[in-house]
């Protein structure tokens, strides 16, 4: 399964989320019946040899009278690299037991822990259906698929657009529903268990699964001729097996902070240390308000956007958002880019665990629950052809920061940089054009 949180943000959504996408564009008559392609080819690199991905994705969009429109999108990608397993970093090189319980890697003394046994190709397909019900009101309805080694997801959504005003007013709500069945390698470990050691897992079950409810309520503004404003609400509520199965917790000395040691029976390979599989609660309910503000100056265009979210986990995040399109003489322009995203640990994060203590009833050290703060500066390129197809090209770079409270780190932790800075590389170049 992948890293989600660092990665597939920057990838092409994973089911036909017709609920967050803003309506489709008016079809004008001329181009009434009439197919159009979307292509993109995305590379995502972050530093330190980590995650590196690269995704193609397809779309086509068939355009009927009467603003009909059917949309199908397929994506493929494959991502590979090291990514970090949630134990500490110490002053002695670490053994630990692959995912698939069949062998062991090592860790750097010094170097916070990666898995480097990191893997995945996901392939994604989703249909898209809209069209006018009435005179003031447009239906949109989807089916999303996507499969990954470890893990299959199936998702439909519906949602339904009412104009007001002159239609200068969109009010729209909508419905999504998606099924994830998860078979991690080498089984599902129970919720704080042990890593054991190469051959033995008596601690894992085959496969799980989850269920995700989404609604959203929204309104699109027309302010003036040059100004459009979009605001959101959205609840999500998921349930089921919401663990990473590849996160553990190192257990650790309660005075000097570092990793209990274990040895492995003669002749048999394992850890070197006592770590636990995380353990998260079996559900969680997010609430999210999104903004969005659309300014025409003249030819330039201005986007701002900001989207602030909460949790039952205890994680707030505030994302915000700006773009400027900028023409280039009459077929192309330059669109900057700069966003900022922040976000609470949650309730049940935990760098480490006491040797000793009592079990807390959840706990996880991936850093994708824990504080952090991001940047993303980016730019873009875009020119139409004479043929009246369109290229772009996009460039951007990422920088992640992430926080430990001082209160959760014990001893020698201290002078160890548990959560190292992530840096990584965005590029991808689209082409559009119709038949």
């Known amino acids: 399964m992948s890293d989600d949180n660092n990665v597939?943000?920057?990838?092409?959504?994973?089911?036909?989320?017709?609920?967050?996408?803003?309506?489709?564009?008016?079809?004008?008559?001329?181009?009434?019946?009439?197919?159009?392609?979307?292509?993109?080819?995305?590379?995502?690199?972050?530093?330190?040899?980590?995650?590196?991905?690269?995704?193609?994705?397809i779309g086509a969009q068939r355009a009927f009278e009467d603003e009909r429109l059917l949309n199908l999108t397929l994506t493929a990608d494959t991502l590979t690299g090291a990514s970090a397993s949630g134990a500490i970093a110490t002053d002695t090189p670490q053994t630990f037991t692959s995912p698939s319980g069949r062998a062991v890697y090592t860790t750097p003394a010094g170097k916070a822990p990666l898995d480097d046994t990191f893997l995945d190709t996901r392939f994604a397909l989703n249909v898209g259906w809209s069209q006018p019900l009435a005179r003031l009101y447009t239906l949109s309805a989807g089916l999303g698929f996507s499969t990954e080694y470890d893990y299959t997801?199936?998702?439909?959504?519906v949602s339904l657009a009412r104009d007001f005003?002159?239609?200068?007013?969109?009010?729209?709500?909508?419905?999504?529903?998606?099924?994830?069945?998860?078979?991690?390698?080498?089984?599902?470990?129970?919720?704080?268990?042990?890593?054991?050691?190469?051959?033995?897992?008596?601690?894992?079950?085959?496969?799980?699964?989850?269920?995700?409810?989404?609604?959203l309520l929204g309104v699109t503004q027309v302010l003036s001729r040059n100004t459009l404003l979009r605001v959101n609400y959205s609840y999500s509520q998921s349930s089921g097996y919401l663990n990473d199965p590849y996160k553990?917790?190192?257990?650790?000395?309660?005075?000097?902070?570092?990793?209990?040691?274990?040895?492995?029976?003669?002749?048999?390979?394992?850890?070197?240390?006592?770590?636990?599989?995380?353990?998260?609660?079996?559900?969680?309910?997010?609430?999210s308000?999104?903004?969005?503000?659309?300014?025409?100056?003249?030819?330039?265009v201005l986007y701002g956007s900001y989207r602030f979210?909460?949790?039952?986990?205890?994680?707030?995040?505030?994302?915000?958002?700006?773009?400027?399109?900028?023409?280039?003489?009459?077929?192309?322009?330059?669109?900057?880019?700069?966003?900022?995203?922040?976000?609470?640990?949650?309730?049940?994060?935990?760098?480490?665990?006491?040797?000793g203590a009592a079990l807390p009833a959840y706990a996880s050290a991936?850093?994708?629950?824990?504080?952090?703060?991001?940047?993303?500066?980016?730019?873009?390129?875009?020119?139409?052809?004479?043929?009246?197809?369109?290229?772009?090209?996009?460039?951007?770079?990422?920088q992640q920061s992430g926080t430990i409270d001082r209160d959760q780190l014990i001893g020698n932790q201290f002078a160890r940089e548990q959560v190292p800075d992530l840096k990584a590389v965005i590029a991808q170049f689209g082409y559009r054009f119709g038949l």
């Open 8 to 57: 597939s943000a920057t990838l092409a959504a994973a089911t036909c989320a017709l609920l967050g996408a803003s309506a489709a564009a008016p079809v004008m008559a001329e181009e009434a019946e009439r197919w159009s392609f979307d292509t993109a080819l995305l590379y995502y690199g972050e530093s330190d040899d980590r995650v590196q991905d690269v995704s193609a994705t």
């Open 153 to 157: 997801h199936l998702g439909a959504n």
């Open 165 to 215: 005003n002159k239609r200068n007013t969109t009010v729209t709500a909508g419905l999504a529903y998606s099924e994830d069945d998860i078979d991690p390698v080498g089984g599902a470990p129970l919720p704080l268990s042990q890593m054991l050691d190469v051959g033995d897992q008596s601690n894992k079950r085959t496969s799980d699964s989850k269920d995700v409810i989404d609604v």
């Open 248 to 287: 553990i917790l190192s257990v650790v000395d309660g005075v000097t902070g570092d990793a209990i040691l274990r040895t492995p029976a003669p002749g048999v390979l394992g850890p070197t240390g006592v770590y636990l599989y995380e353990g998260r609660p079996d559900s969680r309910a997010k609430h």
């Open 289 to 300: 308000l999104y903004a969005e503000m659309k300014h025409a100056f003249g030819a330039p």
């Open 309 to 355: 979210m909460t949790d039952d986990w205890g994680i707030d995040s505030n994302t915000t958002e700006v773009r400027l399109r900028w023409p280039v003489g009459d077929t192309s322009y330059v669109e900057p880019q700069l966003r900022y995203y922040m976000q609470s640990q949650a309730d049940f994060y935990h760098p480490s665990l006491v040797q």
């Open 366 to 398: 991936d850093f994708r629950l824990g504080e952090f703060d991001a940047v993303t500066l980016g730019l873009k390129f875009g020119h139409r052809t004479m043929g009246g197809n369109e290229w772009s090209a996009r460039v951007e770079y990422y």
